[in-house]
């Protein structure tokens, strides 16, 4: 069983700079994919982009592409999510997930961390 948990979500102005975590826990990762997501009022949850434990090979969305940057850190089984030049429009609860790679269904989530940018 796969535990994740977020933090470092908090109220920035736009153009602001922000890095959330994704602790996990429950088993051995070197199989895995670990993706964020979000989720903006009234909206259907977005992916943003994902990294491969083993490897560290990652994968963007157009939308967040430039501007956010995935990375782990295996000491300490943590995912981080570096995200530049916010804009009033990323406002959203973050996700972490988890998938063993090969699979399709995102299986394991986090609680959510909210993130509000001000314009």
């Known amino acids: 069983q796969v535990q994740l948990v977020e933090s470092g979500g908090g109220f920035v102005e736009a153009g602001d700079s922000l890095r959330l975590s994704c602790v996990a826990s429950?088993?051995?990762?070197?199989?895995?994919?670990v993706g964020w997501f979000r989720q903006a009022p009234g909206k259907e949850r977005e992916f943003l982009t994902r990294?491969?434990?083993?490897?560290?090979?990652?994968y963007y969305a157009n939308s967040v592409k430039g501007r956010f940057t995935i990375s782990r850190d295996n000491a300490k089984n943590t995912v981080y999510l570096q995200m530049n030049n916010l804009k009033p429009e990323d406002t959203a609860v973050y996700y972490c997930?988890?998938?063993?790679?090969?699979?399709?269904?995102?299986?394991?989530w986090g609680q959510g961390t909210r993130v509000t940018v001000s314009s």
């Open positions: 997930a988890a998938r063993v790679y090969g699979n399709v269904d995102w299986n394991a």
């Open positions: 429950g088993r051995t990762f070197s199989s895995y994919l």
């Open positions: 990294i491969a434990w083993n490897d560290g090979s990652t």
